[in-house]
């Protein structure tokens, strides 16, 4: 049994609305053998894995795994329960699995939840699947120990490393409580909170408003001592040595005890506490190794006190790292039963750090006469660190509401000076609740020590003692004001034809309201119109380049199966989704066997539509008709919006009756329908792309496009004014381009599926005739044989002479396999057409035109739009204009009997696909 591969769903997905990882399972040796074949397997099981008894599994409850051991069940099951357990052993906390077949013999996808801040480049999903199929393995083999406590420590320590931080956790967890959307970057504490041109950054404790100089000054703790000292704060005589000796003559100016830390230090490494001689001075200045700042020591008690957005949000004394006598356990034994904790940890990890019993902890403990296997006496406390940073093992108490207000002005002034949003500022004071003493030319007994620009929250999350502060939610409510859940309004499009074409006339209605749309499709990433990448960008990676660039003030998103299917989703809600329609398409891939797989697909986009906001479904598709009657889209939560060509649908007209708003065709004009108004927006002869009705189609694409606008809240008016200005030549190229060369018209579309083919054809035959149409055409290798020969049969269909060639990317098939397939298909359903053969697009243009009369059309279905279009322009191909009918003989024709079954034949096409995988 091995993995054989591993992909990560980074959003919402098929699966459930979280990251998950889907591995591909091959059980080899085990393949049909079930775990009641195994003698003693179950038992030995949950010896290894005792906590494999409360798994629920299918029962819902308990024991239900159990009982599936015990009943028998597959071992690609078991790995997925194994998995899931060792998660939890390690504190990765996660729940849902599931294990379906790959589509053959032992063969099987695992899919697993991963935490929702797990970095998308996280190793660990794979270790402990590796861990799980090497445990199952052992115990099938006999073994009963579960995996080595080496091996399950490694597993926590590498998830605790990629895991975010404290501070980091706490802004997210905020964020996420608010509605705000959170993606992390790789395995950083660098998160970016909303979307948009209201997308805000964060670094653990220090956002995108951070200011550069306010950084700079709080990192070097001499200028910050000069600049609060010249303004009156009151901090602790000293001054900066570049070395020892002039370390030395600082200590002999202000009198002993000084301070003697690192100009530049950060978390209190290298800070030495409590010098009184030149001998200790010299010392601690060599350990440094560079420029240190020697203060005067100020008597009295260590805080922390956090400034936000020039509000105090916590303030917190610190302990510095100790332990407490109990009379009978070593200094080393008291340091380690610290250390068990469960909220202690390395680095900042957790809650708490580490004490490490170090040369500066034992030469401290010297101090008060214990070595490591000195025992102290009950209750007498031993101070293992003079500084009492976290970092170093300190601990905290909550002081917020102790704070006397002269305390809280004197923050607030500190921050402001320093120029930081977020500040913490460390204080001496005999007492936090005490008044200040008035500050003056005389030393100061209670100052500011030092700023810190990113200040650690974990001492105010999770307090030794005190209450505990939600300083994250402090953070996030200073960059997100007045409530905003960071969002920008998002639009959702997917289907199986059509999307691209509405995703972009949406953007272009939408920006007729002044709005800056980012765009993704098929053919690239667009923001304002422009295109800024290059590539099929209909995946997740793709959503996240738009919705994370902060000019975008509206997104619209072409969602398709792929990247569904294979990375998720990268958002996760939308405001508005549409589905155009769901036929035959991709089936045989990523285990998608029927339309209804497919449904299943494309309905995440209905699901992950927000409470309250629209979704936009065709009427005239009976899958797409079928989505909100699933569970998982709870359309009562959202606004339903029909658009259809029928008007007498009877789905439709109930709709209406409730009060309902639909877009629809009706005697020759796109109308909004709400109750029993009826709103006028544009002619059908107007819309771009329909060529004067002829297109149908191309008017289903304009209503979906304008429910989108509309549920935006896009004016009718600037709707029908900006579908006019729509070009397809320039905003939609490739979707239905005509072109004219001398007295023959072309034709190029993306059409690669029969019901996309039907449409196109039976356009064409509209406005040429039915015998009036030559083909050069393509079609996708990586489509099953049975939509191939159903493409095939459309095209015999519609057409009197094709020239067929295949994709430059055969996508797995034989040279020439696919073309030849076609042709095969084509001959057997009708023949008398004339078919040949080319070796590349160019000659099957070249080809095409010679075969095409004057006043006929050339059809040419592409696999990449750019270098046919720029094929045609040398050739000396001119776009034939928004409304082409004029210069066309003759200009529309009846559609004829063969141009009428094409629709059908379509339909009847999928179906048999379908329902029975052949024709």
Same mark, same amino acid.
């Given at each position: 049994?091995?993995?054989?591969? +591993?992909?990560?769903?980074?959003?919402?997905?098929?699966?459930?609305?979280?990251?998950?990882?889907?591995?591909?399972?091959?059980?080899?040796?085990?393949?049909?053998?079930?775990?009641?074949?195994?003698?003693?397997?179950?038992?030995?099981?949950?010896?290894?894995?005792?906590?494999?008894?409360?798994?629920?599994?299918?029962?819902?409850?308990?024991?239900?795994?159990?009982?599936?051991? =015990?009943?028998?069940?597959?071992?690609?099951?078991?790995?997925?329960?194994?998995?899931?357990?060792?998660?939890?052993?390690?504190?990765?906390?996660?729940?849902?699995?599931? /294990?379906?077949?790959?589509?053959?013999?032992?063969?099987?996808?695992?899919?697993?939840?991963?935490?929702?801040?797990?970095?998308?480049?996280?190793?660990?999903?794979?270790?402990?699947?590796?861990?799980?199929?090497?445990?199952?393995?052992?115990?099938?083999?006999?073994?009963?120990?579960?995996?080595?406590?080496?091996?399950?420590?490694?597993?926590?320590?590498?998830?605790?490393?990629?895991?975010?931080?404290?501070? #980091?956790?706490?802004?997210?967890?905020?964020?996420?409580? =608010?509605?705000?959307?959170?993606?992390?970057?790789?395995?950083?504490?660098?998160?970016?909170?909303?979307?948009?041109?209201?997308?805000?950054?964060?670094?653990?404790?220090?956002?995108?408003?951070?200011?550069?100089?306010?950084?700079?000054?709080?990192?070097?703790?001499?200028?910050?001592?000069?600049?609060?000292?010249?303004?009156?704060?009151?901090?602790?005589?000293?001054?900066?040595?570049?070395?020892?000796?002039?370390?030395?003559?600082?200590?002999?100016?202000?009198?002993?005890?000084?301070?003697?830390?690192?100009?530049?230090?950060?978390?209190?490494?290298?800070?030495?506490?409590? +010098? *009184?001689?030149?001998? %200790?001075?010299?010392?601690?200045?060599?350990?440094?190794?560079?420029?240190?700042?020697?203060?005067?020591?100020?008597?009295?008690?260590?805080?922390?006190?956090?400034?936000?957005?020039?509000?105090? @949000?916590?303030?917190?004394?610190?302990?510095?790292?100790?332990?407490?006598?109990?009379?009978?356990?070593?200094?080393?034994?008291?340091?380690?039963?610290?250390?068990?904790?469960?909220?202690?940890?390395?680095?900042? *990890?957790?809650?708490?750090?580490?004490?490490?019993?170090?040369?500066?902890?034992?030469?401290?403990?010297?101090?008060?006469?214990?070595?490591?296997?000195?025992?102290?006496?009950?209750?007498?406390?031993?101070?293992?660190?003079?500084?009492?940073?976290?970092?170093?093992?300190?601990?905290?108490?909550?002081?917020?509401?102790?704070?006397?207000?002269?305390?809280?002005?004197?923050?607030?002034?500190?921050?402001?000076?320093?120029?930081?949003?977020?500040?913490?500022?460390?204080?001496?004071?005999?007492?936090?609740?005490?008044?200040?003493?008035?500050?003056?030319?005389? %030393?100061?007994?209670?100052?500011?020590?030092?700023?810190?620009?990113?200040?650690?929250?974990?001492?105010?999350?999770?307090?030794?003692?005190?209450?505990?502060?939600?300083?994250?939610?402090?953070?996030?409510?200073?960059?997100?004001?007045?409530?905003?859940?960071?969002?920008?309004?998002?639009?959702?499009?997917?289907?199986?034809?059509?999307?691209? #074409?509405?995703?972009?006339?949406?953007?272009?209605?939408?920006?007729?309201?002044?709005?800056?749309?980012?765009?993704?499709?098929? %053919?690239?990433?667009?923001?304002?119109?422009?295109?800024?990448?290059?590539?099929?960008?209909?995946?997740?990676?793709?959503?996240?380049?738009?919705?994370?660039?902060?000019?975008?003030?509206?997104?619209?998103?072409?969602?398709?199966?792929?990247?569904?299917?294979?990375?998720?989703?990268?958002?996760?809600?939308?405001?508005?989704?549409?589905?155009?329609?769901?036929?035959?398409?991709?089936?045989?891939?990523?285990?998608?066997?029927?339309?209804?797989?497919?449904?299943?697909?494309?309905?995440?986009?209905?699901?992950?539509?927000? %409470?309250?906001?629209?979704?936009?479904?065709?009427?005239?598709?009976?899958?797409?008709?079928?989505?909100?009657?699933?569970?998982?889209?709870?359309?009562?939560?959202?606004?339903?919006?029909?658009?259809?060509?029928?008007?007498?649908?009877?789905?439709?007209?109930?709709?209406?009756?409730?009060?309902?708003?639909?877009?629809?065709?009706?005697?020759?004009?796109?109308?909004?329908?709400?109750?029993?108004?009826?709103?006028?927006?544009?002619?059908?002869?107007?819309?771009?792309?329909?060529?004067?009705?002829?297109?149908?189609?191309?008017?289903?694409?304009?209503?979906?496009?304008?429910?989108?606008?509309?549920?935006?809240?896009?004016?009718?008016?600037?709707?029908?004014?900006?579908?006019?200005?729509?070009?397809?030549?320039?905003?939609?190229?490739?979707?239905?381009?005509?072109?004219?060369?001398?007295?023959?018209?072309?034709?190029?579309?993306?059409?690669?599926?029969?019901?996309?083919?039907?449409?196109?054809?039976?356009?064409?035959?509209?406005?040429?005739?039915?015998?009036?149409? @030559?083909?050069?055409?393509?079609?996708?290798?990586?489509?099953?044989?049975?939509?191939?020969?159903?493409?095939?049969?459309?095209?015999?269909?519609?057409?009197?002479?094709?020239? +067929?060639?295949?994709?430059?990317?055969?996508?797995?098939?034989?040279?020439?396999?696919?073309?030849?397939?076609?042709?095969?298909?084509?001959?057997?359903?009708?023949?008398?057409?004339?078919?040949?053969?080319?070796?590349?697009?160019?000659?099957?243009?070249? /080809?095409?035109?010679?075969?095409?009369?004057?006043?006929? @059309?050339?059809?040419?279905?592409?696999?990449?739009?750019?270098?046919?279009?720029?094929?045609?322009?040398? +050739?000396?191909?001119?776009?034939?204009?928004?409304?082409?009918?004029?210069?066309?003989?003759?200009?529309?024709?009846?559609?004829?009997?063969?141009?009428?079954?094409?629709?059908?034949?379509?339909?009847?096409?999928?179906?048999?696909?379908?329902?029975?995988?052949?024709?």
């Amino acid at each position: 049994m091995k993995i054989e591969s +591993l992909r990560r769903l980074r959003g919402p997905n098929v699966y459930l609305s979280r990251p998950a990882v889907v591995a591909r399972l091959r059980l080899e040796e085990l393949t049909g053998r079930e775990t009641s074949d195994v003698t003693g397997f179950t038992e030995r099981l949950l010896r290894a894995l005792p906590g494999l008894a409360e798994h629920h599994c299918a029962a819902g409850a308990p024991g239900g795994f159990v009982s599936r051991l =015990r009943g028998g069940t597959y071992f690609g099951h078991v790995t997925e329960h194994v998995c899931l357990e060792l998660s939890q052993l390690i504190g990765r906390d996660v729940s849902f699995g599931r /294990t379906v077949s790959a589509g053959e013999p032992g063969r099987y996808d695992v899919i697993l939840e991963c935490p929702v801040d797990e970095s998308p480049d996280s190793g660990v999903p794979g270790e402990l699947l590796d861990a799980a199929v090497e445990l199952v393995l052992a115990v099938h083999d006999g073994a009963a120990t579960g995996l080595p406590a080496t091996r399950l420590a490694e597993l926590a320590a590498a998830a605790e490393r990629e895991a975010p931080g404290p501070s #980091t956790r706490a802004i997210i967890a905020a964020a996420r409580r =608010r509605g705000i959307p959170v993606e992390r970057f790789g395995d950083l504490s660098l998160v970016r909170l909303g979307w948009g041109t209201r997308r805000r950054m964060a670094w653990a404790a220090m956002t995108d408003r951070t200011g550069g100089v306010g950084i700079d000054i709080a990192g070097d703790k001499h200028v910050t001592r000069r600049l609060l000292g010249e303004a009156g704060i009151p901090v602790a005589p000293g001054g900066v040595a570049g070395g020892p000796e002039e370390a030395v003559a600082l200590l002999g100016e202000l009198g002993a005890p000084v301070v003697v830390k690192p100009r530049h230090g950060r978390q209190g490494h290298r800070v030495a506490l409590g +010098l *009184s001689t030149p001998e %200790d001075v010299e010392r601690a200045c060599r350990a440094v190794g560079g420029d240190v700042v020697v203060e005067r020591q100020l008597d009295g008690r260590d805080y922390r006190v956090l400034t936000v957005a020039g509000e105090v @949000v916590a303030a917190a004394e610190r302990i510095a790292a100790h332990v407490v006598g109990d009379g009978r356990s070593s200094l080393a034994e008291l340091v380690e039963q610290a250390n068990a904790d469960p909220r202690r940890g390395v680095g900042h *990890s957790r809650v708490l750090t580490r004490i490490a019993l170090d040369a500066e902890a034992l030469r401290l403990a010297a101090g008060q006469g214990y070595d490591r296997t000195g025992v102290p006496a009950d209750g007498e406390t031993v101070w293992l660190h003079a500084c009492a940073n976290l970092s170093t093992g300190g601990t905290s108490r909550d002081v917020t509401d102790q704070m006397h207000p002269d305390v809280t002005r004197l923050c607030q002034r500190v921050a402001a000076l320093v120029g930081l949003d977020i500040a913490g500022i460390d204080l001496r004071l005999p007492d936090i609740a005490a008044p200040l003493p008035p500050t003056g030319e005389r %030393d100061p007994v209670a100052g500011v020590i030092e700023v810190n620009a990113v200040p650690g929250l974990r001492m105010h999350l999770a307090p030794a003692g005190g209450r505990a502060r939600d300083v994250g939610d402090a953070i996030v409510r200073a960059m997100f004001p007045g409530g905003s859940d960071g969002r920008i309004p998002t639009v959702a499009v997917t289907g199986t034809n059509g999307k691209t #074409t509405v995703t972009r006339l949406t953007a272009h209605l939408l920006s007729g309201g002044g709005h800056r749309v980012g765009t993704t499709t098929t %053919d690239g990433v667009y923001v304002d119109g422009r295109l800024i990448y290059l590539a099929d960008a209909t995946g997740p990676r793709s959503a996240q380049q738009v919705l994370g660039d902060p000019q975008v003030e509206v997104a619209v998103l072409e969602t398709a199966r792929g990247g569904l299917l294979r990375r998720g989703l990268g958002y996760d809600w939308s405001d508005v989704g549409v589905i155009t329609n769901i036929t035959a398409d991709h089936l045989g891939q990523d285990g998608l066997d029927s339309i209804e797989d497919l449904a299943h697909v494309k309905a995440v986009v209905a699901e992950r539509v927000r %409470d309250g906001g629209t979704l936009v479904l065709n009427v005239d598709d009976p899958w797409v008709r079928s989505l909100p009657d699933r569970p998982r889209v709870r359309a009562d939560r959202k606004r339903l919006v029909w658009f259809g060509l029928d008007p007498a649908n009877p789905v439709l007209t109930e709709h209406l009756g409730r009060g309902g708003t639909a877009y629809v065709l009706h005697d020759g004009w796109l109308v909004q329908a709400t109750g029993a108004r009826r709103m006028p927006l544009l002619r059908l002869a107007e819309v771009p792309g329909a060529y004067g009705g002829a297109a149908p189609h191309a008017a289903a694409n304009a209503l979906a496009a304008i429910a989108a606008a509309r549920a935006l809240g896009a004016r009718p008016e600037t709707v029908a004014v900006r579908l006019t200005e729509f070009d397809p030549g320039v905003d939609n190229p490739g979707r239905g381009t005509l072109l004219r060369l001398g007295d023959v018209s072309i034709f190029l579309d993306y059409a690669h599926n029969p019901a996309a083919l039907a449409a196109t054809l039976r356009t064409l035959h509209r406005l040429w005739g039915a015998n009036r149409c @030559v083909a050069a055409v393509t079609l996708p290798g990586d489509r099953r044989d049975d939509l191939l020969a159903a493409s095939a049969q459309i095209l015999a269909d519609g057409l009197t002479r094709a020239v +067929l060639y295949d994709d430059r990317d055969p996508r797995g098939r034989p040279a020439g396999e696919v073309s030849g397939l076609v042709e095969q298909e084509m001959r057997v359903r009708r023949p008398q057409i004339r078919v040949l053969r080319a070796d590349d697009f160019r000659q099957a243009v070249t /080809t095409g035109l010679d075969l095409t009369a004057p006043g006929e @059309v050339l059809l040419v279905i592409y696999e990449k739009y750019a270098p046919v279009r720029a094929f045609l322009g040398e +050739l000396g191909a001119v776009p034939a204009g928004a409304h082409p009918a004029a210069p066309i003989r003759p200009a529309v024709h009846a559609m004829s009997p063969l141009g009428r079954d094409l629709t059908a034949h379509a339909s009847a096409m999928s179906r048999s696909v379908t329902d029975h995988g052949h024709l």
